[in-house]
């Protein structure tokens, strides 16, 4: 028997980082991404906290809700900026400030930032068996996984794709996926 609070378990849909909806599997948390292209021919990525469930209908139906993220990458698909929406205002970080390599020789893939909790985290791309990014605390404790469905793995009705986020760190969600989704961006292109 499972003892303590549950994770929050968000379900990938699509498994694309710029575009997906991810809904925790208890109900209890739900994020859709989007890209929009911009005026100057960079691209936004926007992450929006949703009260509901992703439908098959919502793609379709016209978006008029603030972000509560936005991700600006500049047209040759480096580095922008990263906003976070608070009520007291929009907070706006470079990208390469916000996620630090962790070493100066060191891969691209492993990189730390720091939450609005005040503590610094890191995320790695495949440092451990099974889990294509794992983030830790400075002191290697798991907070979050993402893991994309095996290839010989069935899935029925989903994707099989999830981001694991442990209750602790559940009110540090946003900052994990967007960190997640620019972590994501940087595999893609290099960087």
């Given at each position: 028997m499972l003892q303590g609070p549950l994770p929050y378990i968000l379900e990938?849909?699509?498994?694309?980082h710029t575009t997906s909806d991810f809904d925790d599997i208890y109900d209890r948390l739900f994020f859709h991404v989007a890209t929009a292209p911009q005026r100057s021919g960079s691209s936004a990525t926007?992450?929006?906290?949703?009260?509901r469930r992703?439908?098959?209908?919502?793609?379709?139906?016209?978006?008029?809700?603030?972000?509560?993220?936005?991700?600006?990458?500049?047209?040759d698909g480096s580095l922008g900026n990263v906003s976070f929406m608070q009520p007291a205002g929009t907070l706006t970080i470079p990208m390469g400030t916000y996620l630090?390599?962790?070493?100066?020789?060191?891969?691209s893939l492993s990189r730390k930032f720091m939450c609005s909790d005040g503590r610094e985290y890191k995320w790695v791309h495949r440092?451990?068996?099974?889990?294509?990014?794992?983030?830790?605390?400075?002191?290697?404790?798991?907070v979050a996984h993402y893991d994309l469905?095996?290839?010989d793995v069935r899935a029925y009705g989903v994707s099989g794709n999830t981001l694991t986020i442990y209750e602790a760190f559940a009110p540090?969600?946003?900052?994990?996926?967007?960190?997640?989704?620019?972590?994501?961006?940087?595999?893609?292109?290099n960087l």
């Open positions: 990938d849909r699509t498994g694309a926007m992450i929006y906290s949703m009260n992703a439908s098959r209908h919502r793609d379709a139906q016209p978006f008029h809700n603030t972000p509560a993220a936005v991700l600006e990458f500049l047209p630090r390599r962790t070493s100066l020789f060191g891969r440092g451990v068996e099974g889990q294509e990014w794992t983030c830790t605390t400075a002191d290697n404790y798991l469905k095996p290839a540090l969600t946003l900052e994990l996926l967007a960190s997640l989704t620019i972590m994501r961006h940087i595999k893609q292109y």
